[in-house]
T-cell receptor
Framework: DGGITQSPKYLFRKEGQNVTLSCEQN?????MYWYRQDPGQGLRLIYY???????QKGDIAEGYSVSREKKESFPLTVTSAQKNPTAFYLC??????????FGQGTRLTVV | GENVEQHPSTLSVQEGDSAVIKCTYS??????FPWYKQELGKRPQLIID?????GEKKDQRIAVTLNKTAKHFSLHITETQPEDSAVYFC?????????FGKGTRLHILP
């Protein structure tokens, strides 16, 4: 069954903790993306990667980090430097300039 | 940086009427313009897309128009139905990153 999978669905973080959100795809897509979704803010780009071992900052990269060691995987770490991390995070993958497929999302809450 | 403006943020239409959502983009190198629908609690899904070498595209009740000179593109939904209620996002891409608008919440009134 092909697709893009995010885990976990819900995640709780204590103040000062780093947490990592998983994103895996078996669509053989080259490009992968992380977006943050807040009410009324749409989908804001955090990081994106076009090829393995390369990635670029999006509009709101501060306080986040990523890696792309494998084509299939693009994990996002929310660091303690991110002052307002509570949000819905969406991962997507695509071949260049074609339909983007989204994961089911991870809802991160700071407790 | 690149920007996509989307209007209106909220739209209410009577069932059976038409709905129009408009977007503008800033990067003239953008050449792919998809539209996504996100139902409550679900992931965004592509409903229609258009490339820069085409001015209009239609799929049943949904159509998209593109004006490259003005950097405008629009989504048209005709004969709206209750299941059209959702948040709609426009986006622009030049082949590397995809920039989304802030979304339009569409309400279909009975």
């Amino acid at each position: 069954d092909g697709g893009i999978t995010q885990s976990p669905k819900y995640l709780f973080r204590k103040e000062g903790q780093n947490v990592t959100l998983s994103c895996e795809q078996n669509l053989n897509h080259d490009a992968m993306y992380w977006y943050r979704q807040d009410p009324g803010q749409g989908l804001r780009l955090i990081y994106y990667s076009q090829i393995v071992n390369d990635f670029q900052k999006g509009d709101i990269a501060e306080g986040y980090s990523v890696s792309r060691e494998k084509k299939e995987s693009f994990p996002l770490t929310v660091t303690s430097a991110q002052k307002n991390p509570t949000a819905f995070y969406l991962c997507a993958s695509t071949m260049s300039n074609t339909e983007a497929f989204f994961g089911q999302g991870t809802r991160l809450t700071v407790v | 940086g690149e920007n996509v403006e989307q209007h209106p943020s909220t739209l209410s239409v009577q069932e059976g009427d038409s709905a129009v959502i408009k977007c503008t983009y800033s990067d003239s190198a953008s050449n792919y313009f998809p539209w996504y629908k996100q139902e409550l609690g679900k992931r965004p899904q592509l409903i229609i897309d258009i490339r820069s070498n085409v001015g209009e595209k239609k799929d049943q009740r949904i159509a998209v128009t593109l004006n490259k000179t003005a950097k405008h593109f629009s989504l048209h939904i005709t004969e709206t139905q209750p299941e059209d209620s959702a948040v709609y996002f426009c986006a622009a891409s030049r082949g590397d990153k995809i920039i989304f608008g802030k979304g339009t919440r569409l309400h279909i009134l009975p």
